[in-house]
């Protein structure tokens, strides 16, 4: 059984940068597409970077281009997720996944618990 365990959210000022990490563990991880999502109060879950598991092509929401990086590191069986010139409207609870097909939130297979971030002055 898969496990993803996220870290490194937490409280920042609009601008700071952070980065989030997500270990893996129970499944091949260079055999799976990974992502973000995120999930705000009230709000819909939302897919946030993809990174495919062979090219590796990536996938960013339009509203954190050229702000966020999504990586993975196949030794270390980690993603990552940099953040930079974080916004209030970031503030939300950040899951990494990972999907053999598409990474969406009805194909991703593994989930983890989600990490805290927060954006406020």
């Known amino acids: 059984q898969g496990q993803l365990v996220e870290s490194g959210g937490g409280l920042v000022q609009p601008g700071d940068s952070l980065r989030l990490s997500c270990a893996t563990s129970?499944?091949?991880?260079?055999?799976?597409?990974m992502g973000w999502f995120r999930q705000a109060p009230g709000k819909e879950r939302e897919r946030v970077a993809a990174?495919?598991?062979?090219?590796?092509?990536?996938y960013y929401l339009d509203s954190v281009r050229g702000r966020f990086t999504i990586s993975r590191d196949n030794i270390k069986k980690m993603l990552y997720l940099d953040m930079n010139n974080l916004k209030p409207d970031d503030t939300a609870v950040y899951y990494c996944?990972?999907?053999?097909?598409?990474?969406?939130?009805?194909?991703?297979?593994?989930w983890g618990q989600g990490t805290q971030v927060t954006v406020s002055s």
């Open positions: 990174i495919d598991y062979l090219t590796p092509d990536t």
């Open positions: 129970g499944f091949v991880f260079s055999n799976y597409n």
């Open positions: 996944a990972a999907s053999q097909t598409a990474v969406s939130i009805s194909e991703s297979r593994y």
